[in-house]
């Protein structure tokens, strides 16, 4: 069974950066697409960003020019580089991996963005 560890989230004020990791316990053939979902209280899980094997990349229009995605594939792991935070990033974050068959979710990290 593959584990999605994520790490990086916390606390930080509004217009700081945090940078979230999110490495495969182990190695994942045939990956199609590596992303970040979040989930704020009361909300649906919404998607954030994702890189497909192929380097393309989608951006959620609320984080675009701010966060950036990023993977290295030989490790099987991905990276969210969010600039200029604001409150309404506050969400469970959640690193995803799409494949043929069910996809793979991590446990999701906290992040929170005070004003």
């Known amino acids: 069974q593959v584990q999605l560890v994520e790490s990086g989230g916390g606390l930080v004020q509004a217009g700081g950066s945090l940078r979230l990791s999110c490495a495969a316990s182990?190695?994942?053939?045939?990956?199609?697409?590596m992303g970040w979902y979040r989930q704020a209280p009361g909300k649906q899980r919404e998607l954030v960003a994702l890189?497909?094997?192929?380097?393309?990349?989608n951006y959620a229009d609320s984080v675009k020019g701010r966060f950036t995605i990023s993977r290295d594939g030989a490790k099987n792991t991905v990276y969210l580089q969010m600039n200029s935070l604001k409150p309404e990033d506050t969400a469970v974050y959640y690193c995803?991996?799409?494949?043929?068959?069910?996809?793979?979710w991590g446990q999701g990290t906290q992040v929170t963005v005070s004003s």
């Open positions: 995803n991996v799409k494949k043929p068959g069910p996809d793979y």
């Open positions: 890189i497909t094997s192929g380097g393309f990349t």
């Open positions: 182990r190695s994942i053939p045939s990956i199609d697409a």
